[in-house]
């Protein structure tokens, strides 16, 4: 785990992270980095199992992130992450399990990397979660909800999480 840490910290040397945080911003950032455009999109379905939650899809103008439709807004910023990690990381796709339903008519030749997942056992899969982590702690996320104002804090004190 210390060595997939300091692998993702050397993929993010240099990257600032912008401060006040926002997606927005950061997919401005990465944007910019990139000299290309990076585009947000919903996945076309509602959480399939069998298929995955986030897309990553380069072609020669821009990047496009696909997030999963039906996720809470949170998942959504998390799956997000995610795909910038790959992008960050310079990931390929390894196989096109899905891809061709997910992309439907989209002609082969326009994209020029598709990275899709539906595990997160790969090195790549966790080197990507691994970024879009220290970009949350980077960001100010704390991992750890805060701890509850008044009686329910005191009552999260004397009970704990159960």
């Known amino acids: ?14 990257f ?13 950032q990465v944007s910019a980095s990139r000299g290309r455009a990076l585009h947000l999109h919903p996945l076309p379905y509602n959480g399939a199992a069998d298929l ?12 496009h992130i696909f997030h999963a439709r039906g996720a809470s807004a949170l998942h959504q910023q998390n799956i997000i992450l995610h795909e910038i990690g790959h992008m960050l990381c310079d990931h390929t796709l390894d196989s096109a399990d899905g891809v061709t339903a997910l992309l439907g008519d989209l002609d082969p030749a ?9 595990r ?12 879009a ?20 804090g ?5 009970f704990g999480d159960r």
């Open 52 to 63: 995955p939650c986030g897309l990553w899809v380069a072609t020669a103008q821009a990047d």
């Open 110 to 118: 326009v994209v020029r990397r598709v990275l899709a997942r539906t």
């Open 16 to 28: 600032e992270v912008p401060k006040p945080f926002s997606i927005e911003a950061l997919c401005a």
């Open 133 to 152: 982590a220290l970009i949350r702690e980077q960001a100010g996320w704390s991992i750890a909800p805060a701890r509850p104002d008044g009686a329910l």
């Open 120 to 131: 997160y056992s790969t090195p790549a899969e966790q080197e990507a979660e691994m970024v």
């Open 154 to 158: 005191l009552m999260n004190d004397v």
């Open 1 to 14: 785990m210390r060595r997939l840490r300091r692998q993702a910290k050397d993929r993010l040397a240099g």
